[in-house]
């Protein structure tokens, strides 16, 4: 026997879920509410900030502050507290002064003590319009700790910009006050709701039983898979079941959208499908047999797309090209910005010897083409193994790791970095910059690891990073002979162990390259 409901039940449903709606409607009108208000109260309070420390520091106590050493000076220690008072007495979340050099910003005095002259890299239009027209700005940027909105004043001394003072509150804060609003505001309005639904349910009347029939074949339509259909009831005055076929039409055209946006996700995965078979086609296949060389590489990627990648080339004269790149970003446009770094160093490598002039033309054609925000960390050498001369060159990479086959006396001085000069920024910030070769010698036994933050940034489930430190003991605790491959391996196998059964949030690569001790290798 069939369960048969009462007509007003029926009637009921839909009205329901249109309380619902306006509860929700209702509660997103005073989310938007409170974040206008905490705007309004964090611009008046950034920018009391800014502005009064901007005309208060003193410049002779600031200007005396000018070297890394200087962060321990009784100066910079009193610019500092200044700052800190006004991060206590304001309820803010940072407080500091950058000073400028060409097109770049540096710390000059914080209440964190970042240090004096340490680079700037979240500078966004507004500092420099701030800069450059002495006019006060709201800034918003997100660097790895978190997202920010502040108010930057600049400095200003017999009518120049020397200075800028900025005053951030974390964006944290601004969720929290929303969260506590919806908490005391949610439960009056769901209770509203459950009025105004009792009070439905007394005025519901017997509807007709046509109307009710032409709901239930749209409903069937619907089931059916026609996405979209509409029902058009008839009657000289409209009542509650016009409200639900209305109900019914928006909830059609919904299931209409959600079908639409279901085939795109479908297109974007082809899309991210052929991204990767692209990548793929542009890893080398196999490791090139090189005189004198052992090497062996690794890549495995942190979602269906890298942003790593690596590729070994090679080159006339019985010597070795190594690319080890990393594209900041995700997903699809770091895949395609990875295929053109990928594909423009190997042409650049093809076409100069110099692995600092790889650098630069890489980082002149990638610049012009490279979307806003993006940049690429690469590193490229050059190897021979018949005279044991590496040439390498640095841009943002981390640097690579040097196992020497006779160890120091002290453990603590093996393994090395290999550390470079000049500049060590990455691929495609600014078309301007040079970059330096890096020569080295190395002796029959020697091994060169090369590897992305991956390793370095892998987290346990307590969140805690593997390091450098790990890194160091374990390359001290493998045998002196290992193979690049073994060495690989050995890394990959102590990563695991400590991440254990977290997410990999990043992807790994390595690259190992030994000058073989045998004459026949």
């Not at 500092?80 to 400028?100: K, P």
């Not at 914080?110 to 500078?123: I, L, R």
């Not at 990455?426 to 091994?447: C, E, F, H, S, V």
Request: net charge negative; with cysteine.
């Amino acid at each position: 026997m069939k369960l048969r409901l009462p007509l007003f039940i029926k009637i009921m449903l839909p009205i329901v879920v249109l309380i619902l709606l306006a509860v929700s409607l209702t509660g997103y009108r005073v989310y938007q509410a409170s974040t206008m208000r905490w705007q309004t109260e964090m611009d008046t309070r950034l920018e009391r900030v800014a502005t009064l420390l901007a005309g208060t520091i003193n410049i002779e106590t600031l200007a005396s502050v000018r070297q890394p050493a200087d962060i321990d000076s009784p100066a910079y220690r009193q610019v500092a507290d200044q700052l800190e008072q006004a991060v206590t007495a304001a309820n803010l979340a940072w407080v500091g002064i950058y000073y400028r050099e060409g097109d770049y910003f540096y710390y000059w005095v914080d209440q964190d003590y970042s240090g004096v002259g340490y680079p700037f890299f979240y500078a966004t239009p507004e500092h420099f319009a701030a800069y450059d027209d002495r006019q006060p700005r709201h800034v918003q940027y997100t660097d790895e700790f978190g997202s920010y909105y502040g108010f930057v004043a600049p400095i200003i001394v017999d009518g120049r910009t020397v200075a800028l003072v900025e005053a951030l509150v974390d964006l944290e804060s601004r969720n929290l006050v929303q969260q506590d609003t919806l908490a005391r505001v949610w439960p009056i309005l769901l209770g509203g709701g459950v009025v105004a639904a009792l009070l439905s349910l007394l005025i519901t009347v017997v509807a007709v039983n046509r109307p009710l029939r032409q709901l239930q074949q749209g409903a069937l339509a619907l089931a059916g898979g026609q996405f979209g259909h509409k029902i058009q009831l008839r009657a000289w005055v409209k009542d509650e079941l016009h409200e639900v076929a209305d109900t019914f039409n928006q909830m059609s055209g919904q299931l209409e959208r959600l079908y639409r946006e279901q085939a795109e996700r479908e297109r974007i995965r082809r899309e991210i499908e052929i991204a990767r078979t692209v990548q793929q086609a542009l890893f080398p296949t196999q490791i090139p047999q090189v005189r004198g060389l052992e090497i062996a590489a690794f890549c495995r990627p942190h979602r269906e797309t890298s942003g790593d990648f690596y590729d070994l080339l090679a080159l006339e004269g019985g010597q070795l090209g190594v690319v080890i790149g990393d594209v900041s970003g995700k997903s699809i446009p770091a895949a395609l910005v990875m295929v053109a770094a990928q594909s423009t160093l190997r042409a650049e490598a093809y076409t100069h010897h110099s692995p600092a002039q790889v650098l630069d033309q890489s980082n002149v054609l990638l610049q012009r083409n490279m979307p806003r925000g993006m940049f690429v960390a690469a590193s490229y050498a050059r190897l021979d193994a018949w005279s044991g001369e590496m040439v390498w060159a640095n841009a943002g990479q981390i640097y690579p790791v040097l196992l020497h086959r006779v160890r120091p006396a002290d453990p603590q001085a093996y393994p090395r970095y290999l550390e470079a000069t000049g500049a060590a920024f990455p691929l495609g910030l600014n078309a301007a910059i040079n970059y330096d070769d890096q020569p080295l010698k190395l002796i029959p036994g020697d091994t060169v690891l090369f590897y992305t933050d991956g390793v370095i940034e892998a987290m346990n489930p307590a969140h805690e990073l593997y390091g450098f430190e790990r890194l160091e003991s374990l390359v001290r605790s493998l045998a002196d002979d290992l193979s690049p491959q073994a060495l690989i391996e050995a890394v990959l196998a102590d990563v695991a162990a400590f991440v254990g059964p977290a997410e990999q949030h990043d992807d790994i690569t390595l690259v190992a390259v030994k000058l073989s001790s045998d004459e026949s290798a």
